[in-house]
């Protein structure tokens, strides 16, 4: 999965073609480290729908604050350069592909 920047969001993100689900993160969130692995795997089956890239909030902490981010992990899916989804808190797999479910 792609690391995604307060520098580059703009471009990698709100001007991709794609739906796009941002993981926002840090190393210390043991819940964040908990749903990684799962996003990885819905990012290698299903990423010719969807891209998923990860921002760490402690790094890059202008796009959290722009998009209300209070929690991690919370993950956003954009589409067309606006948010269409949010998912907040670790969940197994089976949920996200749910939560999802629209978009890939």
Known sequence: MK???DADFASEVLENDKPVLVDFWAE???PCRM???ILEEISKEHGDKLDIVKLN???NPQVP???GVMQ???MNVYR???????IMGAKPKAAL???LAEFI
């Open 57 to 59: 909030i402690d790094e």
């Open 80 to 86: 067309g350069g606006e948010v269409v989804k949010q």
């Open 72 to 74: 991690i992990p919370t």
């Open 65 to 67: 604050q722009q998009y």
């Open 3 to 5: 690391a995604v920047t």
């Open 28 to 30: 210390w969130c043991g």
């Open 35 to 37: 749903v990684a692995p």
């Open 97 to 99: 592909l749910r939560d």
